[in-house]
């Protein structure tokens, strides 16, 4: 993988990152000076799709340079960092992005302007996009270097004198090979408020419950891998209450015999570092929503809105051709009933707005055969040019909790796709049913159209932009923005399909409100 370095004191420089922090910058004017100027030594980016890599110009003034005066940005990058670390975070990275984490951790060693070495404490978090999938890393950088030299100090002293120094920076402890606590020093007594009766004591007790398995684990490669550091990020209570985190290094210590018989640790707090992480992730998640509901916002008003207008123009062809004033008469009612609908469109519409602005979207109520039949009679011209038969076994009493926007989109959607895509050789119809399937009322379409090749298609059916027959006017969001909707109200939808056959759409409605 090749990665380009791009290095700026100029914010317009900053490529489509800056974009992205200026974003959350607006959420929050204070954040990113906060997060850049006063907790951190450095921030970056790397774009997994475009190989771009970028570092702050505070990085690189923490390591002694002049950002503006670099002749070579890119090798500088490379030649800052350790070798041995570049292999090391490459890896760290894969393995976080294969097993579906959020962030990571790890510590770096970059190489002084003058020479000598400068520890950086690497926290990342993977930006992943609606479907899970890793686009971006995003990354702040931490001078630890006095603090690792002080932690590689105290490990010489325990490992040449058998002793712990105690230390006024960093937590540092000591347990025997069964996790009991048997030193700890006086800067760990001070922040968590324990006094001497804790030697002897499991040191599990101290951690947040939640985190005690990531500790285990920890501790099992002090075993499997001792005299080697090992890194964790542990949530403990303090004496104020606090819940803080803190960055660990346990590290096993090998007896004369061989044989691991106790567990030095060594840490400090990071948690400004980690709330920050958290709140940018947080943000993060509000501009993905919000991106959602202007994608579902802007399908409502390009298809439902159109299909109604369609409907329209052909409603008023028929009045203008009518026989006679009693075929008039039905074709404006039908008329009446149309513009109904898209008037109730229009209102659902300014709800989305307004439930938008307020950062929320309620579910309501809706009679589900009511709504059904609203969705035909709008779609009655077509039906009826397409001489499609339909039935309709939904109780009235059946209710389901819904973004009414939603589910007039949604209906209106998969009844027009059986219409759309009929079978051209057999008498046409589509039957409609529900009933109920644990915290779901699930919704029923089947038809006797064109159906689907699932062995072909399954995995990419409700894909974007896929398409599964010659339609001029498919365009192949329909069923992704109908699975992106029914999932924003917390239910689900599925389909069985079969090529001359036709398809059985299940539409499942979590009623669980």
């Known amino acids: 993988m090749t990665n380009h370095l791009i290095i700026s004191e100029n914010a317009g420089d900053m490529s489509y990152l800056a974009e992205e922090l200026q974003a959350l910058q607006k959420l ?11 907790t951190l030594d450095g921030l970056w980016y790397w774009d997994l799709d475009a190989a771009h890599q970028w570092a702050n110009a505070k990085f690189w003034r923490t390591l002694g340079y002049d950002p503006g005066a670099l002749p070579a940005q890119a090798d500088a990058w490379r030649a800052a960092l350790n070798p041995d670390d570049q292999a090391a975070t490459r890896r760290h990275v894969e393995e976080c992005i294969a097993d579906g984490s959020d962030t990571y951790h790890q510590l770096v060693r970059c190489t002084h302007r003058r ?12 930006v992943r996009d609606g479907s899970g999938r890793p686009y971006r890393l995003l990354g702040v950088l931490i001078d630890v270097t006095q603090q690792r030299n002080e932690e590689v100090y105290a490990q010489e002293v325990a490992s040449h004198y058998g002793s712990i120094l105690s230390n006024q920076s960093v937590y540092i402890i000591k347990t025997n090979a069964h996790g009991m606590y048997t030193y700890v020093n006086d800067f760990f007594y001070e922040r968590f408020g324990w006094d001497s009766n804790i030697i002897g004591t499991s040191s599990m007790l101290s951690i947040v419950e939640e ?21 964790v990020i542990l949530r403990k209570p303090y004496k104020d209450h606090t819940v803080k985190s803190n960055h660990w290094e346990f590290k096993g210590i090998l007896n004369a015999d061989g044989q691991v018989s106790e567990i030095l640790c060594v840490g400090y707090d990071v948690t400004l570092l980690v709330e920050n992480l958290e709140q940018s992730k947080r943000l993060l998640d509000v501009t993905n929503r919000q991106n959602t509901r202007l994608q579902n916002f802007a399908y409502i008003i390009s298809h439902n809105i159109r299909s109604h207008s369609a409907n329209l123009t052909a409603l008023v062809g028929l009045l203008q051709s009518a026989a006679d004033e009693a075929q008039a008469a039905l074709f404006l009612g039908m008329l009446k009933t149309s513009t109904d609908k898209l008037a109730e469109t229009i209102v659902n519409l300014n709800e989305i707005v307004t439930a938008n602005s307020h950062g929320n979207q309620s579910r309501e109520p809706r009679q589900l055969r009511q709504e059904v039949d609203k969705t035909l009679e709008a779609l009655s011209v077509l039906v009826h040019q397409s001489g499609i038969a339909v039935a309709v076994d939904i109780p009235a009493a059946a209710t389901v909790h819904v973004v009414p926007a939603y589910l007039d989109s949604i209906l209106l959607n998969l009844l027009s796709n059986a219409i759309k895509y009929r079978s051209p050789t057999a008498a046409p119809h589509v039957a409609l049913g529900c009933y109920r399937d644990g915290d779901y009322l699930v919704l029923t379409i089947r038809d006797n159209g064109l159906g689907i090749d699932m062995e072909r298609n399954k995995a990419k059916v409700f894909g974007m932009y896929k398409t599964f027959h010659a339609n001029e006017d498919a365009r192949g969001v329909g069923l992704f923005i109908t699975k992106n909707q029914i999932e924003a109200m917390e239910g689900k939808i599925e389909l069985e399909s079969e090529v001359g056959v036709g398809s059985t759409f299940k539409v499942y409605f979590n009623e669980n409100v």
């Open 211 to 231: 985190d005690r398995p990531k500790c285990l684990a920890v501790v099992n490669q002090c075993f499997t891998e001792p005299e080697v550091p090992h890194q």
């Open 115 to 126: 020479g000598f070495t400068v520890w950086m404490h690497c926290q990342g978090l993977v």
């Open 28 to 38: 929050d004017n204070t954040l990113l000076n906060f997060i850049q100027e006063v």
